[in-house]
């Protein structure tokens, strides 16, 4: 063999589209051995034995001890198949978890049969897999805790770009300082003292071209100085003609902060991943900034009681998540991005309105709107980097996860579209869609967007 590993972009394998086969061969060009193994998202890798659709297998669980409800899909599932699947949960042996489910419609059955809410379910359940009280807790504390280092590592990051060939500038930083003002007058600039009143510099920034005026995100990256990076008092302008029937709008600032704040969290987490810092997959990394913006602003701006709002954020979400595992996809290169950002939506809707105190009829119907409103969503990122359009499309993820948590509890179980349905949909969309537009840069974004060559120096 002249070569260890041979790409064969013209072959796609049958289980999965992120897959390798693995071959041994003797000296004599023989082959010995071979077996192919599968990313099918989430940081799960799989090969035949374990090619199942259930989360569980991924612990290990054999697939002899369980009941024949969990070794397959419940696509197009009537009333029949969840009947026989309560009958198979209930006779099943003491392998089983307590409150196994299949489906939205099973696990909201669940909640209404033991009187639990969804986060309690998936809690009792991990108890059945080994897990103390104590390390549940601890397995959530220790995610709260690695998540704030990803907010912290990126508000005082001091490098400008990203990697990579867009050189795309960091923007986390500079939208926590201007969010910050108001609390941390000193977070205005981290290295400069704020211009004072009847200052020169003020004067000199306020007559500059505009072009000259550090607005935080656009400046002079070679302006050195003491006007670099401050906020300084700039001249109004307003664009546009006053000779018009239709006079120009003056510029004015708009104060959202529950949005802009969810942005901010959602943009440095996803920062950090496309710089290669450590993050939590969740569900995945291009998709890793929702989840944890939602809860951080939960845990920063509503909850009374951070522990007991982290866990049930948690479980609640993974409940969902598993739904979706089960029942489609968390792999941009099986479904696109609606696959990524659009779970993490669904899932980080769902953990809002639970800690809210919805009913688990309305959180799950928080993680319908959550990923109705993101199928189709396609992943084509430009250069291959998860940086343009995964940073941002984060940022929205999470505001439409609290948009969508919000409309459901204001809703009053009024709804036309279930759980399980939207995830049937979502399944049958990714099977129509264009493998262009599944994590491959062969279509969208990446083809319409023009990136400049970089030629090394000689």
């Known amino acids: 063999m002249d070569k260890d590993m041979v790409w064969r972009w013209d072959e796609v394998l049958r289980t999965h589209p992120n897959g390798m086969r693995f071959s041994v061969f003797d000296e004599g060009g023989d082959l010995l051995a071979t077996n192919e193994y599968f990313s099918v998202g989430g940081g799960f890798v799989v090969n035949e034995k374990t090619k199942v659709d259930e989360n569980l297998f991924y612990k290990g669980v054999d697939k002899s001890a369980v009941h024949g409800a969990r070794l397959h899909h419940p696509h197009g599932s009537s009333s029949e198949s969840e009947d026989s699947s309560e009958q198979h949960a209930q006779s099943a042996d003491s392998c089983q978890p307590p409150y196994p489910f299949v489906s939205g419609?099973?696990?909201?059955?669940?909640?209404?049969?033991?009187?639990?809410?969804?986060?309690?379910?998936?809690?009792?359940?991990e108890l059945h897999f080994g897990y103390s009280h104590d390390e549940i807790h601890e397995?959530?504390?220790?995610?709260?805790?690695?998540?704030?280092?990803?907010?912290?590592?990126?508000?005082?990051?001091t490098e400008t770009k990203l990697p990579g060939r867009l050189q795309l500038r960091r923007r986390a930083p500079m939208l926590y300082r201007r969010l910050m003002r108001g609390f941390y007058p000193g977070l205005v600039s981290p290295t400069v003292a704020a211009i004072g009143p009847g200052s020169?510099?003020?004067?000199?920034?306020?007559?500059?071209?505009?072009?000259?005026?550090?607005?935080g995100e656009n400046g002079n990256e070679n302006e050195k100085g003491a006007g670099a990076n401050v906020a300084a008092v700039r001249a109004t302008r307003v664009v546009g003609s006053f000779?018009?029937?239709?006079?120009?709008?003056?510029?004015?600032?708009?104060?959202?902060?529950?949005?802009?704040?969810?942005?901010?969290?959602?943009?440095?987490?996803n920062e950090v991943n496309a710089s290669g810092g450590r993050i939590v997959t969740s569900p995945t990394n291009g998709?890793?900034?929702?989840?944890?913006?939602?809860?951080?602003?939960?845990?920063?701006?509503i909850s009374d009681d951070p522990e007991k709002s982290v866990v049930t954020f948690l479980l609640t979400a993974a409940a969902v998540g598993m739904l979706f595992k089960r029942g489609s996809t968390i792999s941009a290169a099986?479904?696109?991005?609606?696959?990524?950002?659009?779970?993490?939506?669904?899932?980080?809707?769902?953990?809002?309105?639970?800690?809210?105190?919805?009913?688990?009829?309305?959180?799950?119907?928080?993680?319908?709107?959550?990923?109705?409103?993101?199928?189709?969503?396609?992943?084509?990122?430009?250069?291959?980097?998860?940086?343009?359009?995964?940073?941002?499309?984060?940022?929205?993820?999470?505001?439409?996860?609290?948009?969508?948590a919000q409309l459901s509890m204001a809703s009053q179980n009024v709804y036309s579209v279930t759980l399980d349905e939207a995830i049937e949909a979502m399944r049958l969309t990714a099977a129509d869609m264009s493998v262009k537009y599944k994590e491959t840069s062969l279509s969208g974004l990446a083809r319409t967007v023009k990136i400049p060559l970089t030629v090394p120096a000689c």
């Open 105 to 125: 419609e099973s696990l909201l059955a669940l909640t209404k049969k033991h009187n639990m809410t969804i986060a309690q379910i998936v809690y009792d359940n």
């Open 139 to 157: 397995k959530a504390g220790i995610s709260m805790r690695i998540v704030p280092l990803f907010f912290l590592k990126e508000f005082i990051c």
């Open 200 to 215: 020169s510099q003020a004067a000199e920034r306020i007559g500059a071209p505009e072009g000259e005026q550090d607005d």
């Open 243 to 269: 000779d018009h029937a239709i006079l120009p709008m003056p510029p004015r600032k708009t104060m959202i902060p529950a949005m802009d704040f969810l942005s901010c969290y959602a943009i440095a987490v």
């Open 287 to 301: 998709a890793a900034g929702v989840i944890p913006a939602v809860l951080k602003y939960i845990v920063e701006f």
């Open 334 to 404: 099986e479904g696109g991005c609606q696959a990524e950002v659009g779970v993490a939506c669904s899932m980080a809707s769902a953990g809002f309105a639970a800690c809210m105190g919805a009913s688990p009829e309305t959180v799950l119907q928080a993680a319908e709107i959550g990923i109705e409103h993101n199928l189709g969503l396609t992943c084509d990122p430009i250069d291959g980097l998860v940086q343009v359009p995964c940073i941002e499309r984060n940022s929205l993820g999470a505001v439409k996860a609290v948009t969508a």
